[in-house]
């Protein structure tokens, strides 16, 4: 097989990746990209969208059940609907593969060469690519290294049989009469309170004291509530000790020192993500390490000359947005641009139910970071719009400076409220002051009029409240 030479060579196509190289080929960059699964990466495959299409299943699924048990107040009546999940899972697929062809169709469009196979490293300059034809070998000038993360195993609970990583758990061809769930985080959160609403008797196993413990505990309180009415029940400060004997519970060692079992047909471990840093040469490169992540500096450059790394082989946030954030930047240092990493925020959703959003600084780390500080909150139980959807859970909550008014963060819990991360994270960016998101004209009937009202509250003159 012939040499491939390029002046940029993108190792994993996931939401890093792929940015990088679209805009890399934007910017004229002779620019390849290798991926060793499907365009899209653990975001367009096995998470972000896959999960967020199962939850507009759940949701759906939901609100046809509650009107089939007459407890729909909206005068709707229905028979007892069925859930077909293999059908669930087809529609998912059938979204996921418009978007691996829509990804594809970009890198193209860029001008980027896509190559599929694994791509190991022989030194900086030169990668090796096991294709279904054979040894690829591309010379090249600069590298970006964008192999994401992978599910963290427990090792008293391996994957395998009932033990499910969220790839799995994103296409079962049944709903589980009983699921356990160990790790109280994002996905575990996400994906049990959709097989909740989907039928699945649900136990969350969480070690520490509280479910989505990065968050404070007031954002997280309706969430709490509201698995509690979907009857699912969570264990906090609890172990997971391994399978039973038969293989047919999850023994855990509860708060008060006890064993339990808990019946289960599948047990989802969503104990967090480790980066990939094996199987593409990284002993070849001997880059530095920050903790398990690969270490970056502002501009993404690794330990080594011409080697960068973006996305969730680098450490937290791991989210998508981060990583495309980074990606679209690297391509502009390769193309000759001077960028460096200057966002003020990284905003993050948990889309559960109640959805939460996070931007900047909540008021504990605020106050940690020295500054004194006005917070102002408004809840959805005095927001129009949220009555008018039946979402009076959740709050918006403004944290500024109490000297000059300066936001410096803003969060909310509530239906929905997923969609205000823009105007959260626009916000900040902006470097908004508590007077200019008050005097901003937000229309009429809309949740987002609740942070209007919540910056309005932190300067003493909330109207609807
Ligand atoms: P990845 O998306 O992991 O992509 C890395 C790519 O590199 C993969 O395609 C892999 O096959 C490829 N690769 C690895 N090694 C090699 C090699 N040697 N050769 C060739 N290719 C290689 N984030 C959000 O922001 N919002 C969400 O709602 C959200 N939901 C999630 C739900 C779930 C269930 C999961 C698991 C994750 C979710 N995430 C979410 C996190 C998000 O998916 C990641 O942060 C994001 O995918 C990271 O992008 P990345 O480009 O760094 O890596
Ligand atoms: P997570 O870090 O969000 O949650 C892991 C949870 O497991 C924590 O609450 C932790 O205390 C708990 N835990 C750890 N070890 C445990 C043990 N032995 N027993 C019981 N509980 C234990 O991790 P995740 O849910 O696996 O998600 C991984 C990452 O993927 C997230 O950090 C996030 O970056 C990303 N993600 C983002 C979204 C989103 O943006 N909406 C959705 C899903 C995933």
Redesign the pocket.
């Known amino acids: 097989m012939k040499d491939i030479s390029c002046k940029l060579l993108v ?8 940015v990088c190289a679209i805009r890399a080929g934007q910017l004229g960059v002779d620019t390849v990209i ?5 365009a ?9 969208i ?3 299409a199962l939850i507009h299943a759940a949701d759906e699924f939901e609100k046809v059940l509650l009107a089939a048990e007459g407890k729909n107040t909206l005068g709707i009546t229905l028979e007892a609907p069925k859930l077909d999940l293999a059908k669930t899972v087809s529609w998912k697929n059938g979204v996921v593969g418009r978007l691996n062809n829509g990804v594809v169709g970009l890198l193209k469009k860029a001008g980027v060469k896509i190559v599929h ?4 490293f022989h030194d900086g300059k030169t990668v090796e ?1 096991e294709t279904e034809t054979g040894t690829q070998v591309i010379r090249t000038e600069t590298v970006v290294i ?6 963290m195993e427990l090792p008293a609970l391996p994957f395998g049989g009932p033990v499910i990583s ?2 799995e758990a ?1 296409s079962l061809a049944k709903v589980p009469e009983r699921l356990v769930v160990v790790g109280g985080g ?2 575990g959160l ?2 049990g309170t959709a097989f909740a609403k989907f039928g699945s008797a649900v136990t969350v196993v969480e070690a520490l004291p509280r479910i989505l413990p990065q968050y404070d505990a007031e954002l997280t309180r309706p969430v709490a509530r509201r698995l509690g009415e979907l009857g699912v029940s969570v264990l906090t400060e609890a172990k997971a000790k391994g399978l039973s004997a038969k293989g047919d519970a999850l023994v855990v060692e509860t708060a008060d020192g006890q064993e339990q079992e808990l019946p289960a047909d599948k047990i989802l471990v969503t104990v967090g ?1 480790k980066p ?1 840093m094996e ?2 040469g990284l002993e070849e490169l001997d880059l530095d390490r920050a903790g398990k992540f690969l270490r970056i500096d502002s501009q993404c450059r690794t330990s080594m000359r011409g080697v960068y790394a ?4 680098t450490g937290e946030p ?6 495309m954030a980074q ?1 679209e930047m690297v391509a502009e240092i390769v193309a000759g641009n001077r960028r460096s990493w200057d966002k003020r925020c990284i905003p ?2 948990c ?1 559960t139910d109640p959805e939460v959003v996070t931007a900047g600084l909540s008021p504990d780390e605020a106050r940690a970071h020295g500054h004194e500080i006005k917070v102002g909150q408004f809840p959805y139980t005095a927001n129009a719009r949220a009555m008018t959807m039946q979402g009076e859970a959740g709050f918006v909550r403004v944290v500024a400076r109490a000297d000059n008014h300066l936001v410096l963060g803003i969060q909310a819990v509530g239906q929905h409220v997923s969609e205000l991360a823009t105007a959260f994270g626009l916000a900040i960016e902006m470097g908004a002051r508590l007077e200019d998101i008050a005097g901003t004209i937000h229309a009429h009937p809309t949740q987002g009029e609740a942070f209007q009202e919540a910056a309005l509250k932190a300067l003493g003159h909330a109207v609807h409240i």
Do not use: Q
């Open positions: 190792i994993g196509a996931g939401p890093g990746g792929y290798v991926e060793m699964n499907k899209g990466g653990t975001c367009l495959n096995f998470g972000c896959p999960s967020k196979g694994r791509a190991k690519v964008a192999t994401g993360s992978e599910p969220s790839t994103l994002y996905i996400e994906l993500r990939v199987g593409w973006i996305g969730d082989v791991m989210l998508a947005h981060r990583a990606g993050a959703v889309f």
